[in-house]
């Protein structure tokens, strides 16, 4: 899960990490009320879950309440590459002498933790690592070890960090590699972290992806996971728990596993047609799943076919043909389905369904005979 | 022969007690493979079907000679069960639990390398190992996999591992050991463990092998193939359509960019001299033609 700059910094705030005094307003009014309070000048940013908001007009400085309803105004409601800014995140602005950069996240190569530090923050730090890789200090980090002040205080003086700050960022980063580790995240990341003119190093962002596998131990997490404005489909999928993602072509596309599930759209697209979704079922999933699967595909109105791709390995074969024909029942599924079903259960499961075998309920003995069948049907 | 495990190897359950551990456990040992003994705390001196339960790894190892051992347990438990059973003297632990904390995976893989260098895991969230006619440990169906070699597969994706086993089946052709590695930021076992043991196999001729998108293994492979590799390798990659910046499914399976897209995999397997090929069917065709001129 990705979160909300806003959301960065109240979770960085949980773990002692500084940031700029600040709240969130989704009005006009709540931004002027925000500034008041934090004191001008104050910088109003927009809250997208998108790269570039900068140059696109979404962070604007404002020194009195009316540059604060001029840019308010403007910035709320905003498309910023398809994502419409309904919330602001409004703090006061910092003065700045220098900009570093600074990031926890995992080396899968060598599995360690990798951290990365930089004298050269503000910018993007693809584009140092291109034009000036010796501008990123990298630091590996045994995760059974974990990081200790004595080796952040030697990280930042190879990081060339300013001496007024190194003391302030060693803390720092310690407190950060804490909310990267127990707070669970995959990616801690701020840019950029600054230094003041007072010499006091905080951090003017916050860009933190959740591992959301460790939810179980975070219940905190769900003031995090707020409304928002995306596809429909993917909106429905979530709430029945699904793993999903809209694309744009007409056959619907149910598998599990997420390897087959993306074999599955390659497949398609070999024979000539165009997937409308990608849909992993996961392991071990039962007939409702499966149930609550075909009903999200069959509201996309662009769906013209649906393909149910399984293989059992822990998903049982008989309980996905259950689900099928529990979905018969509760929907009506506009669709033909295709289905090729091997694996775990393959004998009962295709034994539940021959009796409910027609022209819009199909089975074909191969992954590849499927496609073609499911492609056909979704061009005629 | 076969690689980690053969129809000697000794094998418990952890969490043989529960829904999914009773099913692909008793699965497991009707296969052939030889379930000496079930873990669960308070279940020991109790049987599942036969098996004996014990309260601890190391009470079962101590009871049965077990060497390997099947962890079924929520991802809440699995890095805890994981490192109890290296500390109980298992020295192949299949993990196939899906949803564990990226860090309890990165912390338990270190633990395991510093403090049991003698141990192999793998997975977690992977569908095991199977050694057709000898021993099979985790959730694959036993009747897709055809004993007698020659071929032997390493794949990234589970239900892709049976499609590749499936594929080789249909068309005559065994295999000597297939592993699942996982499609999780943290396997214990990597597709360079796996073609290393696959090429000082004698038995195994030639190996399939199935990758899909996100990370960096895929091409890490192709290096040591140049290098090392003697043998026939024959490659599919999951994902060439999958759109950029979406993460599907898997930890593992997420493209940011250019780096661990399917067609860069694909070309680096391409440019180590491997069979790279469109989709399951198609590679399994190449395999029987690879097979036949052997």
């Not at chain 1, 934090?38 to 140059?55: E, I, N």
């Not at chain 1, 047609?273 to 799943?289: K, M, R």
């Not at chain 2, 994981?82 to 192949?92: K, P, R, V």
């Not at chain 2, 195994?204 to 492979?221: F, K, N, P, Q």
Request: hydrophobic share 45%; charged share 20%; net charge negative.
């Amino acid at each position: 899960m990705d979160l909300f700059e806003y959301q960065g910094k109240q979770y960085f705030a949980q773990y002692g990490i500084s940031v700029s005094p600040g709240d969130i307003a989704d009005t006009v009014d709540e931004a002027v009320a925000v500034a008041e309070r934090v004191g001008y000048p104050v910088v109003l940013k927009a809250q997208v879950k998108v790269g570039g908001r900068g140059k696109a007009g979404g962070v604007q400085l404002a020194a009195n309440v009316d540059d604060v309803r001029r840019h308010a105004n403007n910035i709320l409601g905003l498309d910023i590459k398809g994502h419409v800014v309904h919330r602001l995140w409004v703090e006061h602005a910092s003065d700045i002498a220098k900009e570093y950069y600074a990031s926890f996240t995992l080396d899968r190569a060598n599995k360690t933790h990798l951290g990365m530090l930089s004298a050269q923050g503000g910018v993007e730090i693809e584009v140092v690592a291109e034009e000036n890789p010796d501008a990123i200090a990298f630091l590996s980090i045994d995760p059974v070890r974990g990081l200790d002040l004595a080796t952040a205080r030697r990280w930042v003086a190879e990081a060339e960090l300013d001496e007024v700050a190194r003391e302030q960022a060693a803390e720092l980063l310690v407190k950060l590699y804490d909310c990267y580790t127990r707070g669970d995240c995959d990616l801690a990341e701020i840019n950029p972290l600054i230094l003041t003119p007072d010499n006091q190093v905080h951090a003017l962002d916050a860009k933190v992806t959740l591992d959301e596998n460790a939810s179980f131990r975070h219940p905190e997490w769900e003031a995090f996971r707020v409304n928002e404005t995306e596809d429909p489909r993917e909106k429905m999928a979530k709430e029945k728990g699904l793993n999903y993602i809209g694309l744009d072509g007409s056959v619907g596309i149910i598998a599990n596993g997420a390897g087959l599930a993306m074999s599955t759209l390659d497949v398609v697209n070999q024979v000539g047609g165009t997937a409308a979704n990608f849909l992993d079922i996961g392991g071990g999933a039962n007939a409702d799943v499966m149930a609550a699967a075909l009903e999200v595909i069959n509201a996309d109105p662009k769906v013209k076919s649906i393909f149910v791709n399984i293989f059992g390995g822990i998903t049982r074969v008989d309980e996905v043909a259950k689900g099928v024909l529990e979905a018969l029942k509760r929907v009506s599924i506009t669709s033909p389905i295709v289905l090729r079903l091997d694996g775990t259960n393959a004998v009962e499961g295709r034994a539940i369904l021959a009796p409910h075998l027609s022209s819009t309920l199909i089975t074909e003995a191969t992954m590849l005979d499927a496609a073609r069948r499911a492609v056909a049907l979704a061009t005629n | 022969m076969s690689i980690f495990v053969d129809e000697n190897t000794k094998v418990i359950v952890q969490g043989l007690t529960g829904g999914q551990g009773r099913f692909h456990g008793l699965r497991n040992r009707d296969y052939g493979t030889k379930i000496v003994g079930g873990v669960t705390p308070g279940k020991g001196g109790t049987d599942v079907e036969g098996i004996p339960m014990f309260n601890t790894v190391r009470e079962a190892v101590d009871a049965t000679g077990a060497t390997a051992s099947f962890v079924v347990v929520p991802p809440k438990f699995a890095a805890a069960a994981i490192l109890e059973a290296a500390e109980g003297g298992i020295t192949f632990i299949v993990s196939i639990t899906e949803g564990i904390p990226a860090h309890d995976e990165a912390v338990t893989y270190n633990r395991l390398v510093e403090e049991f260098p003698g141990v192999r895991l793998l997975g977690p969230n992977c569908p095991g190992i199977i050694s057709p006619g000898k021993c099979n440990i985790g959730i694959t169906s036993g009747d897709i996999a055809l004993p007698g070699g020659p071929v032997g597969i390493v794949s990234r994706s589970g239900t892709l591992t049976y499609q590749a086993l499936h594929e080789l089946s249909q068309q005559g052709i065994g295999q000597t050991t297939c592993v699942g590695i996982g499609g999780d930021p943290v396997p214990g076992t990597n597709f360079i463990d796996c073609l290393a043991a696959f090429e000082a196999d004698p038995e195994t001729l030639a190996v399939m092998m199935i990758g899909e998108i996100g990370g960096s293994e895929e091409e890490r492979a192709a290096e040591w193939i140049k290098l090392h590799m003697t043998k026939p390798v024959v490659a599919y990659v999951a994902g060439v359509t999958a759109p950029p910046g979406r993460k599907m499914g898997h930890a593992g399976a997420i493209i940011s960019g250019s780096k661990g897209t399917a067609q860069a995999k694909m070309a680096a397997l391409s440019e180590a001299g491997v069979f790279v090929c469109q989709n399951p069917t198609e590679a399994g065709l190449k395999m029987v033609e690879i097979v036949k001129a052997l």
